[in-house]
């Protein structure tokens, strides 16, 4: 563990017991979520999140925080307005802070195509509960008064959607504090603890095997991010995932104030400001799949240039960090949640570049999945057998990147 | 620098120029047709490793080529 975390959480060490009730492979904020959603709402406390390094140490502490349910189609509009209402009262529920903001999110369009997509995502939204709507150049500029609408000359603002409820939290302590909550319930964290192989009798899985010894489970959960196709792997399981890094970075600090969340998707690239005053920015995945988390000077080249039109004071700011986590991409840019054809082994992936949002959410329906043995409606159409079903969940526009 | 690709027609060039493409491998096991068309479909080894994968050189000559690339490392190997 590492010693700023142990200031901020008191993860007590215990020695894993022989077996669980549940087994969470991953210590990411899903599977974190998941073990306190289990504890908390159903009693389920015979739980073990194994984690191979530290918790939030994947993508989890790696992510750009945005929270946000404009999403393009019903289904993910219903799903992740549940978990921004989740995120909003995380605070009070846990009695932490986790530095949960509502900041307003700008989508801009700068083609006639994109102004279309974005007009048709506001009513969409309003109709299924979430909050966006669709916003002229003049209301851009109002929100965000540093905005250049004539983007540098090159590519005018037409307009763009503005999803009022869109908000940012620390991922540092959304994890914590969901860690902690799991933990004070009676569940098991055990870090360092790498799951090996899977222990299984025909098509049923019967416990994991790790690099401290074997653990009996009478469900597995694999909540293992990028790592998900090497872990269905052990249960003969494939599934349509690719890894591909995504990159992102901060500058030093910017002496203004600046309020929403803003993202271009005919500019490829999405910023908002930390509490720290740093300008946060990301664009698209990598384009070869790998499980690499170096990050380079050609995304800072490229994203910088077209940020830089839109946003010149970003042109005056200088790059402090930058980093990049590996995401799990499905074919449809939708998440893949519940039942495998294996017994005993759920998933809970697919979260590609946009599932920091999802993990009140989606801890929040497996747990009750675990609980009830049954699939909740809220992510029935999420479900792996989708793609047999030709019933996929293409949703690129919004899932694209954040 | 970012990686570059040994082209056997146009020699190295940047990955900027060529388009990845995963060859698909059906496992034997899987006997039944209808699973066999959902596989071939959607998928994926997504190996962590070592692996033979297809690039096409679209900004090149507009050909498949083949090569062996570590995708812990993002390296190529051959
Ligand atoms: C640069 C970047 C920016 C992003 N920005 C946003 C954003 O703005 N908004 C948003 O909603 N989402 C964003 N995301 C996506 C988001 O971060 C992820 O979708 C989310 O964190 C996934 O959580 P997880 O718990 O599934 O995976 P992770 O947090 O990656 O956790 C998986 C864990 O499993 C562990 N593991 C793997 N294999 C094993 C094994 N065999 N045994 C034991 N443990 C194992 C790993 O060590 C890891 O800790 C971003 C991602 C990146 C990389
Ligand atoms: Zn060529």
Redesign the pocket.
Known sequence: MNEFMEKQVKLSWHAPKKGYDVVI????????STAYHLAKRHGISNVAV???????????????????ADYGIPEAVKFYQRSVELYQRLEEETGRWIMHKTKGMLKLAHSEASLKTERARALMNQAFGSDTVFVTPDEVKEICPQIDLTCGGTLPVLGGSYHRTGA?AR?DRVNWTLAEGALQEGAHIHQN????GLIMKDNKVLGVK?NQGDIEAGVVIS?????VS??CGMAGLRIPIRTH????YVTNHFAQTFDPIVASSDLLF?VSQTARGEMLM?AEIDRQPSYNRRSGFDLLQSCSYRAGLLLPFLKSLRINRQ??????MSPDYSPIMGKTPVENFLI??G?????????PVSGEQMAKLVATGKTPDLIAPFSLDRFARDRTMADRGSAG?? | MSLQITCPHCGTRPIEEFTYGEIPHVPETLTDLDARDVDRAFMLANPEGETTEAWFHVYGCRRWLKLKRDTKLDRIVE
Do not use: M
Request: a positive charge; one cysteine or more; aromatic letters at 10%.
């Open positions: 492979i991953g210590g990411g904020g899903h599977g974190l194994l984690e191979r390094s530290y918790i939030g140490g994947g993508n989890s502490g790696r992510n750009t925080t945005i929270i946000r940012t991922h603890t790498e799951v090996t790790t909540n293992a991010g990028g790592h090497t872990v890094p995504l990159q992102a999405y990301g980093w990049a986590g590996s995401c799990d809970n992936t979260w590609g570049t946009w599932g920091f949002k999802a993990i990147t954040h």
